[in-house]
């Protein structure tokens, strides 16, 4: 006779609860979803982004300067005749100016050696955001000289957002080179010194800097943006002196060819 089955046999495996879905785990699932995509959309803004305008807006601002040099070549302007003089002394180079152009036109290509090789933005008429800074480009304050002019040029740019123009601008070291290219040819100015200020401290943008007492006996240059990035209060100010002016003629300056950043 068969012996009877255990108990154990005869008894069917209960089954596992089921887990309940409630509504608020699906709120905080979703909104986890939410946070991961904002997060990853923050970061394709202010990374991934910028570096994709960055690229695009030097690569314009290099076949700008290419267009320049052909130009030149299909065409030279004359030069114009040096000044008799009748003092024997040598005749100061004669500095070039545009007139301002309007709103919104690019007119120069600005280039920083302590930014890297392939640094270089195109600058145009004015600082308004949506079409010009918001747009990649450096902004020329307008009302204050253009390059070369006696006085104060003044530019602005983003440092973070729209390819970041300045976000380097802190690692400026007294003496570097800041270039702006014109199709005349190229302006070089010496980095002296950087400061901190108020957004509201507009006169940064005076013929002399901050002296509204005097006037303007050389050739300044100010660069502005925020400081620190995402902080609207404040502006990080860099000022230049000029050193000479090159002619397209004579081919790019040594600022730009020929000198080593450490």
Same mark, same amino acid.
């Given at each position: ?6 108990p154990?046999? =005869? &008894?069917t495996?209960?089954?596992?609860p089921?887990?309940r ?17 904002a ?9 991934i ?8 807006k030097?690569?314009?601002? $290099? ?18 005749d ?13 500095? @070039?100016? &545009? ?9 120069g290509?600005?280039?920083?050696? =302590?930014?890297? !090789? ?46 970041? @123009? ?15 290219e ?7 100015? =010496?980095? &002296?010194t ?15 800097p ?8 050389g =050739?300044?240059? $100010?660069?502005?943006s925020?400081? @620190? ?8 100010i ?14 790019? @300056? !040594?600022?730009? $060819? ?5």
């Open positions: 006779m068969d012996a009877p089955d255990a154990s046999s =005869r &008894r495996r209960a089954a596992k089921r887990r879905v409630s509504f608020v785990g699906v709120i905080g699932e979703l909104l986890i979803t939410v946070g991961v995509v997060l990853l959309y923050v970061s394709w803004q202010m990374w982004g910028d570096m994709i305008i960055g690229a695009q030097q690569a314009e601002a $290099t076949a700008l300067s290419e267009q320049w040099a052909q130009e030149w070549e299909a065409a030279p302007p004359a030069e114009p040096p000044e008799p003089t009748d003092t024997g002394e040598p005749v100061e180079p004669v500095v @070039p100016v &545009r007139d301002a152009p309007s709103h919104g036109k690019e007119f290509i600005m280039h920083v050696p =302590r930014f890297g !090789a392939d640094w270089n933005f195109t600058v145009v008429a004015g600082v308004t955001r949506p079409d010009i800074l918001d747009q990649g480009h450096i902004g020329h304050y307008p009302d204050t000289a253009m390059p070369g002019e006696v006085g104060n040029t003044v530019y602005a740019a983003h440092r973070w957002t729209s390819g970041q @123009p300045f976000d380097p601008i802190d690692k400026l070291v007294v003496g570097d080179a800041i270039v702006i014109t199709q005349e040819g190229w302006y070089t100015y =010496r980095f &002296r950087l400061e901190y200020v108020q957004a509201t401290q507009v006169d940064v943008l005076l013929p002399v901050q002296r509204a007492d005097l006037s303007a006996d =050739r300044y240059l $100010t660069l502005t925020c400081a @620190p990035k995402l902080n609207m209060l404040e502006r990080i860099a000022y230049a002196l000029f050193e000479d002016f090159t002619p397209r003629g004579d081919g790019p @300056p !040594a600022s730009l $060819t020929g000198e080593a950043v450490a």
